[in-house]
């Protein structure tokens, strides 16, 4: 064998258990998500973020505490996870629902015109309400969806979801550039304040 059917050899090799390892990994990131799925995103369809999570650097400064996901006027709004509905009404005008979840997390829904109340026992992709328009200065019908922990520690909901725990992006072999995504285990990271 010369030497550059060694290296063939060793690359191929190489290839081979990256391959490996990367199922590996996939299997392992499915198992766990698929026993301990906590949240999910509150409307139907894949999620279309508008405007990002913006946090202020200071509480008392101006920032975008949540995401806005695209949405039509009146489609329904589900739960993000198990919970109880810590309050359903108006903020100054603006029609929200709060959900407490076992976990110390309250999420934020809004504007959506309630179909639950305060203090009732919900579950994850339970209609809680149907979205309306009016958050946004551009005309674009959107969810504000917010999560926090505490009053002020503002998290980025979208940290809540916990698939997929980590997304696989070859490159070209045998280099591979692998993607963190957020797992609750580092949603702390994301805690404003
Ligand atoms: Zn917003």
Request: proline letters at 9%.
């Amino acid at each position: 064998m010369n030497s550059f059917a060694r290296f063939r050899l060793s690359q191929a090799l190489m290839t081979m258990a990256i391959s490996l390892f990367l199922t590996v990994a996939v299997l392992v990131s499915s198992a766990g998500a698929s026993s301990s799925l906590l949240y999910d995103y509150p409307l139907n369809g894949p999620p279309d973020v508008v405007e990002a999570f913006n946090p202020p650097p200071q509480p008392w400064m101006p920032g975008h505490r949540g995401v806005d996901l695209r949405g039509q006027e009146g489609e329904n709004v589900q739960a993000a996870g198990d919970g109880v509905v810590a309050f359903a009404g108006l903020v100054v005008s603006r029609p929200v629902i709060s959900i407490d979840h076992p976990d110390g997390i309250r999420t934020t829904y809004e504007p959506v015109d309630a179909v639950v109340h305060t203090g009732e026992r919900v579950h994850r992709g339970q209609v809680i309400g149907t979205l309306l328009p009016g958050h946004r200065h551009d005309g674009v019908t959107v969810l504000h969806w917010g999560a926090r922990r505490g009053k002020t520690a503002y998290l980025n909901p979208i940290f809540l979801i916990k698939t997929p725990l980590i997304v696989l992006k070859p490159l070209s072999l045998p280099r591979t550039e692998f993607l963190l995504l957020p797992t609750p285990r580092n949603t702390q990271r994301a805690l404003c304040s």
